[in-house]
């Protein structure tokens, strides 16, 4: 079984840094693209980050670039967000998602659970 | 970057009613259309690809067509469980964007 687990959010101060963290297991996580996908308080699905299976390619939101950081151990089976100069927009719930690689577009068919991320003094 | 306009953003139904949500981008996707089902406090489940491809256990009262700019999820005869909000996803360019959702409400 495919699962994917988030760990990390929390609630920081805005300014601040966090890492989330994302294992995989259920199946070869080296073989796919990964994402971080994110979803405010009540509002819709946002993109954040793509990181290409061997790592060779990685794509963000323009709100994000030069502050997160996608990254992968694919001997760990985990994906990573590094997030600094945190914002209150930041606050939203975390999620790592899977690209099934099926070559018909970047779209997503495993979710983690979330994992919330508050940025408030 | 690619806008996704969803209608309605909610609509009203009763079980067994037939349901259509619209999907519209701001430029050609050809089928590089994704669509989503989230209930509340949950992650979204992949519903249907490539604009028209069921992905693989979702049941087959739900449908998609379209190709271009205009999109649409069809599910056929409303089940008690299918009461979530849906959203599209564009899949061809980044930034992928999604719609912004259409919640189904009970009647």
């Known amino acids: 079984e495919v699962q994917l687990v988030e760990s990390g959010g929390s609630l920081v101060q805005p300014g601040g840094s966090l890492r989330l963290s994302c294992a995989g297991s259920g199946f070869i996580f080296s073989d796919y693209h990964m994402n971080w996908v994110r979803q405010a308080p009540g509002k819709g699905l946002e993109w954040v980050a793509y990181?290409?299976?061997?790592?060779?390619?990685?794509y963000y939101l323009d709100s994000v670039k030069g502050r997160f950081t996608i990254s992968r151990d694919n001997a760990r089976n985990s994906l990573y967000l590094q997030m600094n100069s945190l914002r209150a927009e930041d606050t939203a719930v975390y999620y790592c998602?899977?690209?099934?690689?099926?070559?018909?577009?970047?779209?997503?068919?495993?979710w983690g659970q979330g994992t919330l991320v508050t940025v408030s003094s | 970057d690619i806008q996704m306009t969803q209608s309605p953003f909610s609509v009203s139904v009763s079980i067994g009613d037939r349901v259509t949500i619209t999907c519209r981008a701001s430029?050609?996707?050809?089928?590089?259309l994704a669509w989503y089902q989230q209930k509340p406090g949950k992650a979204p489940k992949l519903l249907i690809y490539?604009?028209?491809t069921l992905q693989t256990g979702v049941p087959s009262r739900f449908s998609g067509s379209g190709s271009g700019t205009d999109f649409t999820l069809t599910i056929s005869s409303l089940q008690p469980e299918d009461f979530a909000t849906y959203y599209c996803q564009q899949v061809n360019n980044f930034p992928l964007t999604f719609g912004g959702g259409t919640k189904v409400e009970i009647k």
């Open positions: 990181m290409k299976r061997d790592g060779s390619a990685k």
């Open positions: 998602v899977r690209d099934p690689v099926r070559g018909d577009g970047y779209n997503f068919d495993y």
């Open positions: 430029q050609d996707i050809s089928s590089g």
């Open positions: 490539t604009a028209s």
